[in-house]
């Protein structure tokens, strides 16, 4: 059976996948995108009801897109986002193909080309690819701690991604574990709804939503912060830490901080170390994390405030934010390391505990010891074979859509000029 060889496949229609493919179709290259969910899945199947995007509608934009947002400086829903990526693929027409997920990529000795079986309406197909690019993301598979086996059977455990609102748990209290991005605004989603809400921190940082009446993305753009690149990261740590604690709630965006939760009711504990079947158990390091939070925007501020005189700006004053004043004796830390189940009501469980990349269908010698895919700058030791849409990818802004399109021209513009087009157009497949 014949099919067509393909100059490039992309795997994965997130903003990633598509930016590629914007790219691809200017350079004229025969492509496609397989999709195995429907365009934009994650932000469809993986956030809660009142989520918002955390970066302002003017740093959303994919390439050659126009800002159509209702306001700039504005924050979107992930349904909404989703409608603009699929009007996005609608408007420059991307060969984007979806409910095909890809089942196994390979490379056979001694061919230049990529054999790649997809799974379609229950039938496996076969492709042929000179390049591959994988954007498929490098956190769609969840993270749940060993620990979640030794919790009882009546408290109902979720993920993050699984959680949708208040309403769908079980009377109760709640404890969120993890104090990223997703722990602090599902917590804060949870105490608004009435839940008593227990949350287990962990060493992360904050950043003021807007400050001296700019959005905190758009001072990491003015200040080069967003441009740093990869290479020149001087501690390895750096690329590994979660996102800072802030919120895309309201009409500009919001501070959300630990202090702020507690004032709301929430009992703020230090990390999660242990469970059994009657009690949970803690560290009582809950007010290191809140000393780091403080001192991480306080620096930030540091930062920007320098930027603003070294460049003579015309920036507004600073204006007390409630939630970013910084709690200096950690009073709003809890002192509790246990807590029993049946006494506090604990009910239910949310493992905010962050994704990994699942690359089981990638047959090809390109992970290290501890199964991380390597590349450099988004180009692997696999001739042919490039990644997209992974944080850190090139520069500290890739994991954000901001970044989307720097590395999306860069990879494009790397295939381009490597692509031979003078190979056949048809091939035999297996």
């Keep these: 059976m014949k099919e067509s060889i393909f100059d490039v496949i992309v795997v994965g229609a997130g903003q990633a996948g598509l930016s590629i493919s914007y790219y691809l179709k200017q350079h004229q290259l ?22 918002m995007l955390n970066t302002p509608n003017q740093t959303n934009l994919l390439p050659g897109m126009d800002n159509y947002f209702p306001d700039p400086d504005g924050f979107i829903s992930a349904k909404d986002f989703v409608v603009s990526l699929k009007k996005y693929v609608k408007k420059f027409e991307l060969p984007v193909i979806e409910n095909s997920r890809v089942v196994s990529i390979k490379k056979p000795s001694k061919s230049h080309l990529f054999s790649v079986n997809v799974s379609q309406g229950g039938k496996e197909k076969k492709f042929h690819s000179k390049k591959i690019v994988i954007s498929s993301g490098s956190q769609n598979k969840k993270i749940v701690p060993d620990i979640s086996t030794k919790i009882p059977s009546y408290i109902k455990q979720l993920h993050a991604s699984e959680f949708r609102n208040a309403s769908l748990l079980p009377s109760g209290a709640v404890l969120v574990v993890g ?10 989603d949870l105490v608004g709804s009435g839940r008593k809400v227990y949350l287990s921190t962990s060493m992360v940082a904050r950043l003021p939503r807007r400050y001296r009446g700019t959005d905190v993305v758009v001072w990491m753009k003015l200040t080069g912060l967003w441009d740093m690149r990869t290479e020149d ?27 702020g939760l507690a004032r709301k ?21 809950a007010p290191e994390h809140i000393k780091f939070a403080d001192n991480f925007s306080k620096q930030f501020k540091n930062l920007v405030d320098e930027y603003i005189t070294r460049t003579q700006m015309d920036a507004a004053p600073a204006q007390v934010d409630e939630e970013d004043l910084p709690d200096e004796n950690a009073a709003s830390a809890s002192n509790i390391t246990s807590l029993d189940l049946k006494k506090e009501n604990i009910t239910s469980v949310i493992w905010a505990t962050g994704f990994s990349g699942d690359f089981s269908y990638l047959k090809l010698p390109v992970f290290n010891d501890e199964g991380i895919l390597e590349h450099k700058n988004g180009i692997t030791a696999i001739e042919g074979l490039y990644v997209s849409g992974f944080p850190w990818l090139r520069k500290r802004k890739s994991g954000i859509v901001l970044g989307i399109d720097e590395d999306s021209k860069f990879i494009s513009e790397k295939i381009r000029k490597t692509i031979n087009k003078s190979d056949n157009i048809t091939a035999v497949s297996g």
């Excluded at 104090?179 to 804060?188: D, P």
């Excluded at 996102?243 to 501070?255: D, E, I, L, M, N």
């Excluded at 009711?265 to 390091?285: R, T």
């Design 30 to 51: 025969k492509h496609k995108v397989f999709e195995q969910h429907r365009i934009g899945h994650s932000w469809s199947a993986q956030r809660w009801d009142s989520f």
């Design 265 to 285: 009711g929430v009992v703020i504990l230090g990390k999660m170390e242990n469970a059994d079947a009657h009690c949970f158990y803690f560290k009582s390091n």
């Design 233 to 259: 990261v001087p501690d390895p740590q750096i690329l590994k830490m979660k996102q800072p604690q802030v919120s895309g709630v309201g009409k500009r965006g919001k501070t959300i901080s630990l202090q």
């Design 179 to 188: 104090s990223a991005q997703s722990g602090v605004q599902i917590t804060e």
